[in-house]
């Protein structure tokens, strides 16, 4: 089975920063891309950032600039720097391992993972 598990969410004053940590554990070949999406009361989850296994991000518009997504392959983990926090990016942020690929007798198969989430909040 795979894991994924997010760590380091919290409360914090606008304009403050905040790191999201996230490691996928279990048993898999590889991980093709992970990224971080946000979810606020009310809200449909969005994309904030996302890094593939070649190096390359994306970001939703608004982080752009403010956030920065860096991957440690070699550990599975993917980390989220947040700087000049608004209140606006409150919510709960979940970390998501896409197409692992896993060697299941002769075939290998590709599944989506989530964590449980890690709650942020800024205050203005």
């Known amino acids: 089975q795979v894991r994924v598990v997010e760590s380091g969410g919290g409360s914090v004053q606008a304009g403050g920063s905040l790191r999201l940590s996230c490691v996928a554990s279990?048993?898999?070949?590889?991980?093709?891309?992970m990224g971080w999406y946000r979810q606020a009361p009310g809200d449909q989850r969005v994309l904030i950032a996302t890094?593939?296994?070649?190096?390359?991000?994306d970001y939703a518009g608004p982080v752009r600039g403010r956030f920065t997504i860096y991957r440690d392959a070699a550990k599975n983990t993917v980390n989220l720097q947040m700087n000049s926090l608004k209140p606006e990016d409150s919510g709960i942020y979940y970390c998501?391992?896409?197409?692992?690929?896993?060697?299941?007798?002769?075939?290998?198969?590709?599944?989506?993972?989530w964590g449980q989430g890690t709650q942020v909040s800024v205050s203005a």
């Open positions: 279990g048993d898999f070949v590889s991980i093709n891309t």
């Open positions: 998501k391992a896409e197409g692992v690929a896993r060697a299941i007798l002769d075939g290998t198969f590709y599944d989506d993972y």
């Open positions: 890094i593939a296994s070649s190096g390359s991000t």
